[in-house]
Nanobody, 119 residues
Framework: QVQLVESGGGLVEPGGSLRLSCVAS????????MGWYRQAPGKQREFVTV????????SSNYENSVKCRFTISRYKNTVYLQMNSLKPEDTADYYC????????????WGQGTQVTVSS
């Protein structure tokens, strides 16, 4: 049974930082692309960043609004999202995603962690 468990969300002031973690179990972690998505109240879920599969870390891609502020990384069975210079518009529920590059059935989601950026 595949499980993705996010943690690290919370309330932070504008300009602050948070680090989200997603611990994966029940899958061959290095074989999966790992991504972060977010969903703000009243909006659709949107892509934030992804790091490709591979035991050596993989390559990453970012949505334009988070480039140079957010950094994704992976180590063992965990994917991280370091978020710096947070803005109120970053407020959302953040979801971890594991997607196999070949197997269409290999697409899993975590339960989400809430991030609120407010003074």
């Amino acid at each position: 049974q595949v499980q993705l468990v996010e943690s690290g969300g919370g309330l932070v002031e504008p300009g602050g930082s948070l680090r989200l973690s997603c611990v994966a179990s029940g899958l061959s972690f290095s074989a999966y692309h790992m991504g972060w998505y977010r969903q703000a109240p009243g909006k659709q879920r949107e892509f934030v960043t992804v790091i490709t599969s591979g035991s050596s870390g993989g390559s990453s891609n970012y949505e334009n609004s988070v480039k140079c502020r957010f950094t994704i990384s992976r180590y063992k069975n965990t994917v991280y999202l370091q978020m710096n210079s947070l803005k109120p518009e970053d407020t959302a529920d953040y979801y971890c995603n594991a997607k196999h590059p070949i197997l269409t059935a290999g697409d899993y989601w975590g339960q989400g962690t809430q991030v609120t950026v407010s003074s």
